[in-house]
């Protein structure tokens, strides 16, 4: 099936990491939206247009210094660099949260993360099956940005620099999805099929979060099943949903609660 296939490329695209930039959080840039879902959306039909897209949006390539030089070490109590960004080290209760996040789930957090990071990522974590969501490492970054590269996947491993629920959401979909070994990864194709069916062939804006949604397959589905989060299961996102058109049809979510635990009947 096609759309597998163009699905196979991207994971192998974006098996060295793949980054989420804010993309026009906050907005103000709605106007323009709309024709950006539009050009992104040939790019989706037709399977090509994978290559050079991804990890263009926040400025720096997967894996460039710009990326990666700003990760402390593992372990909390790093201290933090001197910014008016530099977050507090863990406080008191997380010791808890991060237990019942590596017990139930089999995440290991590490980094400057704080309670509310820890309540976050639990809140992620509830959403997929623990067996696809075992062996994930996230580190949370001293410097956390509201604009930029919010945050990577590679491989087992996320680096999280954004502040924002949504950011953990995101990269854990891409864990879920594209680690060969979950099914998730073949219920993310069909999920692609179902919204090429709904939309006649081309994914329809109904199914697009924002323009970021139409980067590659990769970052689609990782943007639907958070901002399908968003819609029906609870999960307070802050700035996934920019398009005021997202409200995928019934058909296509019934394929993608496949891919979170206990899918919702209604
Ligand atoms: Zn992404």
Same mark, same amino acid.
């Given at each position: !099936? ?6 196979? @490329? ?18 103000? $840039? ?8 539009? %050009?992104?959306?040939? $790019?989706? /039909? ?12 926040? /400025?720096?390539?997967?894996? *460039? ?15 933090? =660099? #001197?910014? &008016? $960004? ?10 808890? /949260? ?8 089999? @995440?290991? @957090? ?12 639990? !809140?992620?974590? +509830? ?6 969501? $075992?062996? &994930?490492? @996230? ?5 956390? %940005?509201? *604009?930029?590269?919010?945050? !990577?996947?590679? /491989? ?16 854990? *979909? ?6 060969? #070994?979950?099914? #998730?990864? %073949? ?9 090429? +069916? ?5 994914? =329809? ?30 999960? =307070? ?10 409200? =995928?049809?019934? *058909?296509?979510? +019934? ?12």
């Amino acid at each position: !099936m096609k759309a597998s296939k163009s699905l196979k @490329i991207a994971a192998l695209l974006v098996a060295l990491a793949i980054v989420l930039p804010l993309g026009g959080q906050g907005c103000g $840039n709605s106007g323009g939206l709309l024709s950006g879902l539009l %050009s992104g959306l040939v $790019n989706l /039909g037709g399977g090509g247009g994978l290559g050079g897209a991804i990890g263009t949006g926040g /400025g720096f390539g997967p894996g *460039s210094p710009e990326n990666t030089g700003s990760i402390p070490g593992p372990g909390a109590g790093t201290a933090p =660099p #001197s910014g &008016v $960004n530099a977050r507090q080290p863990p406080q008191v209760g997380t010791d808890a /949260g991060a237990q019942e996040l590596q017990q139930k789930h089999g @995440i290991a @957090i590490r980094g400057a993360y704080t309670q509310t990071d820890v309540q976050n990522t639990l !809140m992620c974590a +509830q959403q997929y099956r623990p067996e696809e969501t $075992n062996g &994930v490492e @996230i580190e949370f970054s001293s410097g956390r %940005s509201g *604009s930029g590269v919010l945050g !990577m996947w590679s /491989g087992g491993r996320i680096e999280i620099y954004g502040e924002d629920i949504d950011v953990i959401l995101h990269e854990l *979909s891409h864990h879920i999805t594209l680690t060969g #070994s979950n099914r #998730s990864s %073949s219920t993310a194709d069909q999920v692609i099929a179902a919204a090429r +069916q709904a939309g006649g062939g081309q994914i =329809p804006s109904s199914c697009i979060t924002r323009d970021y949604a139409t980067t590659d397959e990769a970052e689609f589905i990782a943007e639907f099943l958070t901002g399908l989060a968003g819609l029906e299961r609870g999960v =307070p996102l802050t700035f996934t949903i920019q398009n005021g058109y997202f409200n =995928p049809p019934e *058909s296509v979510r +019934q394929v993608a609660r496949q891919i979170y635990v206990s899918p919702t009947a209604s």
